[in-house]
């Protein structure tokens, strides 16, 4: 199959540029022909072809739009503005630069089918072209969907041209029927998976690690965090439960790995608090985050909303449990036996909970279970045959209506 897939953000970056990424590649390892379309402020290197709308972030002198990239919430390689704060004219400009590259990507690949990433302005204009479209929801634009009803008209016709719409969760999928009128039948759930080739269990030399960072408490458990530094994310209530887990007799430490637009403000409640063994680690790519998952004791993620959570079955994949928001896809993927779910804003219960796990050597007991939990029901290799398959129903579904109308 000739399969073009798009979005409107970076391939790095965020959970939606990562699914992207893997998918392409994997698809292309089976012997499809890809093509992916995204922005960016320079153009990617992949192992397939990419061609990107260019973004304007200050920096760069290459640039299809003189504006940053625009987001639901946000991202933190953009320093631009939420979709509901552009102007009428940078609207204009983002749908005219992403039709003159999907016309051109159009002529140049041929493709069987598309795949569009998030219900969002890309599916509008596919919506004109006599090609087979589907999309995948990632969770963030459902809320800007309600909000920017500039937006709602493109983002409507978009979605309602699909073939098939994916949605990730469950939960996902009952906010797309509502948020959108959709008919039930139309959409289906293809949960994501983790590439446990990559996220896995070893053995990770932790004193060299940490003062890679120049971090000297080596000898002390960890709780880490990894994502983008938003207020979603809940950062603020991970630091105010390490006030209280930071005064047990263990004494962990506290790493948070990731960049974002509230860094500054995080820091500076962590001067507040006057915590001293807290460390901004800063944006890390995927083989850093593989090491910090392994000596990390604890994971914690205490977001307020998490559209998937693939962060959760990336630290599960590496034998390390989880505590997380009781929000979103964290609700399928975290549970009793591998780790355990809050409620968001509890920096009480977080800090109990760390202190148990910790004290209880939680990790230990549950290393093996977890990383079997997720190559049971979170493979990566499963999520792609799913998508495979679901390419395939398409097209023959297409094809049968060209057949019958010819």
Not at 238 to 253: G, H, M, T, V
């Amino acid at each position: 199959m000739k399969i073009y897939q798009m979005m409107h953000f970076p391939l790095e970056g965020a959970g939606t540029g990562i699914y992207v990424d893997g998918l392409a590649g994997s698809l292309v390892k089976k012997g499809h022909q890809g093509r992916v379309l995204c922005s960016d402020h320079c153009l990617p290197s992949k192992p397939y072809p990419v061609e990107a709308v260019l973004f304007s972030n200050g920096e760069n002198r290459k640039y299809d739009l003189d504006f940053d990239f625009p987001v639901f919430a946000s991202h933190p390689l953009s320093k631009g503005k939420k979709f509901g704060e552009l102007s009428r004219t940078q609207r204009q400009a983002y749908f005219r630069a992403f039709r003159s590259k999907i016309e051109e990507g159009l002529s140049q690949f041929c493709p069987d089918i598309i795949h569009v990433h998030h219900g969002w302005v890309i599916a509008s204009i596919i919506a004109e072209f006599d090609i087979p479209y589907v999309i995948t929801l990632h969770g963030t634009e459902c809320q800007a969907f309600k909000n920017y009803k500039d937006y709602q008209e493109a983002v409507l016709r978009g979605i309602h041209g699909a073939e098939v719409i994916v949605a990730l969760t469950e939960d996902e999928r009952a906010q797309a029927i509502d948020a959108y009128g959709l008919d039930p039948r139309r959409i289906t759930v293809i949960k994501s998976g983790t590439d446990t080739g990559m996220f896995k269990p070893l053995d990770i030399d932790k004193k060299n690690l940490l003062r890679g960072y120049s971090i000297e408490d080596v000898d002390r458990p960890i709780v880490f965090f990894g994502g983008r530094l938003t207020a979603q994310k809940g950062v603020d209530t991970l630091l105010r439960a390490a006030e209280i887990y930071s005064q047990i007799d263990k004494k962990p430490i506290t790493l948070i790995a990731g960049d974002g637009d509230l860094r500054q403000q995080l820091e500076e409640l962590t001067r507040q608090l006057e915590l001293d063994s807290v460390y901004f680690l800063g944006a890390q790519n995927h083989e850093q985050m593989v090491k910090l998952f392994n000596v990390a004791d604890v994971a914690a993620m205490p977001s307020i909303f998490e559209a998937f959570g693939l962060v959760a079955l990336e630290a599960l994949a590496c034998g390390t449990p989880v505590i997380a928001g009781d929000t979103g896809g964290f609700t399928q993927i975290v549970n009793n036996e591998v780790g355990c779910l809050l409620k968001p804003g509890d920096y009480e219960t977080l800090a109990e909970k760390v202190i148990d796990f910790i004290r209880d050597g939680f990790k230990d007991k549950v290393r093996d279970k977890a990383v079997a939990y997720i190559r049971q029901n979170y493979s990566w290799d499963k999520t792609v045959e799913n998508i495979e398959n679901l390419y395939e129903q398409v097209l023959g579904h297409h094809c049968k209506e060209v057949d019958n109308g010819s």
